[in-house]
């Protein structure tokens, strides 16, 4: 699947493309099998919210589970990141995030880069975020906020916040939000389950606390240009994954063929 000049004229004006409906509801059916497998699993890799102990994250996905192993390999996520960054790329991370109903807590205004280039030793902002909606979401259960344009600040001013979030997280510095603001308005990332997004490095997002009796999960998938991997591998692998084995997209239907039986 490649994009179009419009979407690629999109994605480069606001630094983040939102693709409506990209999976079928076949299709997200069979990831939501796969979450609900996932997230019951007693593992390392899944990290607990703070007051609740839900899981909030559980990462290391392509490795844990035969469907997301594919869905991190779908061509409809490997053509458009090949097309955009011109690139072999790695998976880097796959993972879900669930804010939960009534309890799930806040991401703090934040870029990714800084996190990979501070914690991973990635030398540049040029992996892409993929994220598929495994849940409806709407402006009650908790939306990624996106800063429209703020992508061209680069790279920003970050403080290390082991205090709010569940993992210790980059955040942006609120004197720099709102310059970002200043200059671009905000997206809020709705849609229906299935409705993918495709955000860069630089981009500056966040997403508010659940109130709703809604819960919200996201798959994201972060591939790297394999000339621009980790040079400073200290976090688990389940967080930057350490095979540097290009992604080759696999074919379309893939998520929806046979799974071999379970041993
Ligand atoms: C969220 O799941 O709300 C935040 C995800 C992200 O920062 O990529
Ligand atoms: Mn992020």
Partial sequence: MRLTPAQLRQFNEDGVLILPNLFS???VEVLRAAMNRVLTQDNPANIRE???EVVRTAMGLHVRDEVFARLSRHPRFVEPARQITGQNLYIQQSKINVKEAFTGEVW???QDFPTHHRDDGVPRPEALNLHVLLDDVNEFNG???FIRGSHRFGPAASIYDTTTTSHPLWVIDPGVVRQMTDKGDLI???GKAGTALIFGECVAHCSPPNLS???RAIFS???NPVA???TNPKRPEYIHHRDLTPVTPLHDGCLLDELEPVA
Avoid: G, M
Wanted: without cysteine; glycine residues 0%; positive net charge.
């Fill in 25 to 27: 509801d076949a299709e």
């Fill in 50 to 52: 703070k007051k609740s």
């Fill in 108 to 110: 703090q205004w934040h």
């Fill in 143 to 145: 939306p990624l906020y």
């Fill in 188 to 190: 809020s990332a709705k």
């Fill in 213 to 215: 009796p809604w819960t």
């Fill in 221 to 223: 998938l972060i591939l």
């Fill in 228 to 230: 621009n991997r980790f």
